[in-house]
């Protein structure tokens, strides 16, 4: 999807938000009681998983049809 300047300017921050929301979600490393792991956001924001490494996290996100990136 190739949107122009003027569309991305327009758009409203709960727009730009579920902007690729069912192609992408994200990672962020978190403390699960008291030990790393991933959470797994929707492009919203919305939590919707974890894991106890990065790699299983991704390939979750994988089996959903949608592309792992990294929050830091």
């Known amino acids: 999807m190739h949107l122009s300047r003027s ?4 758009l409203s921050n709960r727009d730009f938000a579920r902007l690729g929301a069912d192609e992408v979600a994200y990672l ?4 699960l009681n008291g ?3 991933f959470s797994i956001h929707a492009a919203d924001g919305t939590p919707i998983g974890a894991a106890p490494d990065a790699n299983l996290a ?3 996100i ?3 049809d949608m592309e792992p990136m990294l929050v830091h």
Request: net charge positive.
């Open 28 to 31: 962020r490393p978190v403390l």
């Open 35 to 37: 030990a790393l792991a």
């Open 62 to 64: 994988r089996q959903h």
């Open 7 to 10: 569309t991305l300017r327009s």
């Open 58 to 60: 991704a390939a979750a």
